[in-house]
């Protein structure tokens, strides 16, 4: 499975953004879609996480703010963030994983990432 996230950009703080994540190869056969960023200096953090039965997972800070979802008909996940925050800049990046797990040691597929940058 190829992945390859997009949409990213520069936004005020308050705005909103999504983000796409588009795979290539058998991207339904994948259990767990996931967006993970990381932010200059720092580790890769989990964003989020959706399930093939449309189950979700939300890092807690994040929830509330941040929607996940799958169109495995076009073999997308997305990731609509809005009441964007200075602190949510990062490189975000989509993965696969066959494993119900917010560890990023389970997903084993990445894409390229893609640059948000929330400015005050």
């Known amino acids: 499975v190829q992945l390859q996230a997009s949409g990213g950009g520069s936004v005020q703080a308050g705005g909103s953004l999504t983000l796409s994540c588009a795979a290539s190869g058998r991207f339904s056969d994948i259990s767990v879609k996931g967006w993970f960023r990381q932010a200059p200096g720092k580790e890769r953090e989990f964003v989020a996480m959706?399930?093939?039965?449309?189950?979700?997972y939300y890092a807690p800070s994040l929830r509330g703010r941040f929607t996940i979802a799958r169109d495995d008909s076009k073999n997308l996940v997305r990731l609509q963030m809005k009441s964007l925050k200075v602190e949510d800049t990062a490189v975000y990046y989509c993965a696969a994983s066959r494993v119900w797990s917010d560890s990023r040691e389970n997903f084993d597929s990445w894409g390229q990432g893609t640059q948000v940058t929330v400015s005050s």
């Open positions: 959706i399930g093939v039965s449309g189950a979700t």
